[in-house]
């Protein structure tokens, strides 16, 4: 089913990130954790891709995966290290899969790797292009930054950019992580005033230890409330105070957002199908 339809149907949606192994080995076991984690029946399921093709390979098996667990899937795609022609392959067995769904991203730029590329690709919006005209029926989804994306020269050109990617044919955005809620509200507000009209699903990232914490803000520069640094200096040498600390601080994130209207949620569970389940459980009464 299109991402587009079920967050027209429905006021609240939980959907849930999963990532494919980094190697062979691991196939097996992160194929029966998605498995785990799409029957606890989120609204859908998306499967990354890593930019430099580390972990690119099972992103479609791991989205069919799911879509015979019932749910719907989400492949992303990403084009910056990418030949035209590799991207025209993966949108084609996307499409073949019958993968209804894709993430169009840039992906992070390789060190060394000369920009703006000689190969073609330097935004994600030529990739929503390329994918509305290879597989117009998908529905596709972009990413967006409540804290600015890290490259942006600030906020107003970052949602300038948003616009002009929505308005190439993006269905509906999902944030990157963020621990404060008034960011998003202030961001939300501004992507409206900016004539942005899609869905804007709010990233949750559960913190469930310091490690995480600390490469979360190392990936994604985002602001860690004086609240969740507390929890991590308290609990952050017992993994199962820490993780418990952690779901109940994305519960509350999760229900304060939902209480003011913005009901389409988006968990990055890490893999973690114990933690996504913590959160679902804490929303039991609400959903
Ligand atoms: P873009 O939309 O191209 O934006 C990147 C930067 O370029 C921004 O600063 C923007 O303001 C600027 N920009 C955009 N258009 C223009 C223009 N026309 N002219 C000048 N500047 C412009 N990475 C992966 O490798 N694999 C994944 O699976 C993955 N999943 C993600 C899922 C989500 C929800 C999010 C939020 C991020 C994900 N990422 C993933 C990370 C993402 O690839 C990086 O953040 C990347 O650096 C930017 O990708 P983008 O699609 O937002 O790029």
């Known amino acids: 089913m299109k991402i587009s339809?079920?967050?027209?149907?429905?006021?609240?949606?939980?959907?849930?990130?999963?990532?494919?192994?980094?190697?062979?080995?691991?196939?097996?076991?992160v194929r029966a954790t998605v498995r785990e984690i799409a029957r606890l029946k989120p609204a859908f399921v998306s499967c990354?891709?890593?930019?430099?093709?580390?972990?690119?390979?099972?992103?479609?098996?791991?989205?069919q995966d799911i879509?015979?667990?019932?749910?719907?899937?989400?492949?992303?795609l990403t084009c910056i290290s990418s030949t035209r022609d590799s991207v025209h392959e993966q949108i084609a067995r996307i499409k073949e899969a019958g993968i209804q769904n894709i993430l169009a991203l840039?992906?992070?730029?390789?060190?060394?790797?000369?920009?703006?590329?000689?190969?073609?690709?330097?935004?994600?919006?030529q990739l929503v292009e390329e994918i509305r005209k290879d597989y117009p029926e998908a529905c596709i989804g972009?990413?967006?930054?409540?804290?600015?994306?890290?490259?942006?020269?600030?906020?107003?050109?970052?949602?300038?950019?948003?616009?002009?990617?929505?308005?190439?044919?993006?269905?509906?955005?999902?944030t990157q992580m963020f621990f404060n809620n008034s960011i998003y509200y202030n961001y939300l507000y501004r992507l409206r005033e900016a004539g942005v009209t899609v869905p804007i699903l709010a990233g949750i990232m559960p913190v469930t230890s310091r490690r995480q914490m600390e490469r979360s803000i190392q990936l994604s520069g985002c602001v860690i409330p004086p609240e969740l640094t507390a929890l991590a200096d308290r609990f952050g040498d017992s993994?199962?105070?820490?993780?418990?600390?952690?779901?109940?601080?994305?519960?509350?994130?999760?229900?304060?957002?939902?209480?003011?209207?913005?009901?389409h949620i988006h968990v990055y569970t890490m893999n973690k199908p114990e933690v996504a389940a913590g959160i679902l459980n804490n929303l039991k009464g609400i959903l």
């Open 106 to 125: 840039r992906g992070d730029i390789p060190a060394g790797m000369d920009f703006p590329s000689p190969r073609y690709y330097e935004h994600a919006i």
């Open 5 to 29: 339809e079920i967050l027209k149907s429905e006021p609240i949606t939980i959907s849930m990130e999963v990532f494919p192994p980094k190697s062979d080995v691991k196939l097996d076991s």
């Open 239 to 263: 993994p199962e105070a820490m993780q418990q600390a952690g779901i109940l601080y994305a519960s509350h994130q999760i229900i304060d957002l939902i209480a003011n209207g913005c009901g």
């Open 67 to 76: 879509m015979e667990e019932g749910v719907a899937s989400m492949a992303h």
């Open 142 to 174: 972009g990413a967006c930054y409540p804290e600015k994306h890290p490259d942006a020269f600030n906020k107003d050109e970052d949602i300038r950019h948003i616009k002009e990617k929505v308005d190439a044919g993006c269905d509906f955005l999902t």
């Open 48 to 63: 990354t891709y890593g930019a430099g093709g580390g972990t690119s390979r099972y992103t479609v098996e791991i989205s």
